[in-house]
């Protein structure tokens, strides 16, 4: 098929060179008219122009198959996280009762190529924390050092090789999947925005209500700037939300993470672009407003996780240290390190 174009157009030309010399001669003998070498010039065009457009048939068809085999494999492909029996756990929740704790992680581990190498380290190691239904938990550490990928097990988008996660006492393995994903509200750092109105951005395809909308945007901070746009709530967003500032866009995606009113609230690093003020005003109305949902707060500034009820430290896909402010200033040195360098308070020094 390659080579089928270049050879009907070598061929073509081949043609045409012949029959302008061939003519040429014939005129000059005066055994025939200019006329008609010009008409079966045009006619010879013709036919091998039809003849291109048949090859191109075959070259788009054979590649359309091509594509659809392997689009085929993916589409019938078995699930590589499917929903698992959760009779075990039913028969241990008879004999214990109920947990009291909405989220937990027991000794979780977790790579993201589990065909490497044995000796690559895992991604995290070990992380164990509790969470009642309504209590926060921020999340600390440096750049890759585990936090995001925590969030992913918890959202299932992985299944950890070591530990297990659970909700409401249920393995996530054991729960529906839809069931699951409708359990959260996520606000992510890098989120997208798409380029159709702030309402519909902020509806994401539910069937939420003008009025769910509206409150969601002013629980994010987010009505302020929406009302003094032209169009308010029906106003454009230009692709991934070019119109928008940084602030803008993440008070956005709060809104759409909140519109929902899910059991479990995650924010990835998504008050980076916040001025303080803003950052505290959200947290506050999130602790009013929300006081029933479990929310999860990764982020690379203190103040953001400071308030809340626990606060997991990580290094190295390691955890290094849990619990309120007050004990990890007093028990780790690194959290002490990065609340004295953001904060500016020298009394903590060591």
Do not use: W
Request: charged share 25%; glycine share 6%.
């Amino acid at each position: 098929m390659a080579a089928a174009n270049p050879t009907i157009t070598l061929l073509l030309n081949i043609g045409l060179v012949l029959i302008i010399i061939v003519g040429a001669y014939r005129i000059n003998a005066g055994l025939t008219e200019v006329g008609k070498i010009i008409a079966f010039l045009s006619y010879f065009t013709i036919i091998l122009n039809a003849m291109l457009a048949v090859t191109r048939i075959f070259t788009v068809y054979s590649r359309s198959i091509a594509s659809a085999k392997r689009i085929e494999e993916i589409l019938e492909s078995e699930e590589d996280l499917s929903v698992a029996a959760d009779s075990e756990n039913e028969s241990e929740k008879t004999e214990t009762g109920h947990s009291e704790y909405h989220v937990e992680f027991d000794n979780v581990s977790f790579r993201y190529n589990e065909s490497s190498h044995e000796d690559k380290e895992d991604s995290i190691r070990n992380i164990s924390f509790k969470l009642k239904r309504g209590e926060s938990l921020g999340i600390i550490g440096p750049t890759g050092s585990g936090k995001t990928t925590i969030i992913n097990l918890l959202m299932r988008f992985y299944d950890a090789q070591k530990g297990e996660i659970r909700i409401n006492s249920k393995p996530i393995k054991t729960i529906d999947k839809g069931e699951l994903r409708r359990m959260f509200g996520a606000a992510f750092q890098n989120d997208i925005l798409f380029e159709d109105t702030i309402m519909e951005n902020i509806r994401f395809g539910r069937e939420l209500s003008e009025e769910e909308v509206i409150e969601a945007s002013e629980y994010a901070m987010a009505k302020e700037f929406i009302m003094v746009r032209p169009d308010s709530y029906n106003s454009d967003l230009s692709i991934k939300g070019a119109n928008l500032s940084g602030g803008q866009k993440q008070r956005l995606l709060i809104s759409r993470a909140l519109a929902g009113k899910p059991e479990i609230l995650i924010l990835d690093d998504s008050s980076s672009a916040l001025d303080y003020k803003t950052d505290a005003m959200i947290r506050k109305m999130l602790h009013e407003k929300f006081h029933m949902t479990t929310k999860i707060v990764v982020a690379q500034r203190v103040s953001s996780v400071m308030s809340l009820d626990h606060i997991l430290v990580l290094e190295d896909g390691e955890q290094i240290g849990y619990g309120t402010h007050e004990e990890l200033l007093k028990n780790c040195e690194v959290y002490e390190e990065i609340y004295r360098i953001q904060m500016g308070d020298k009394s903590y020094a060591g």
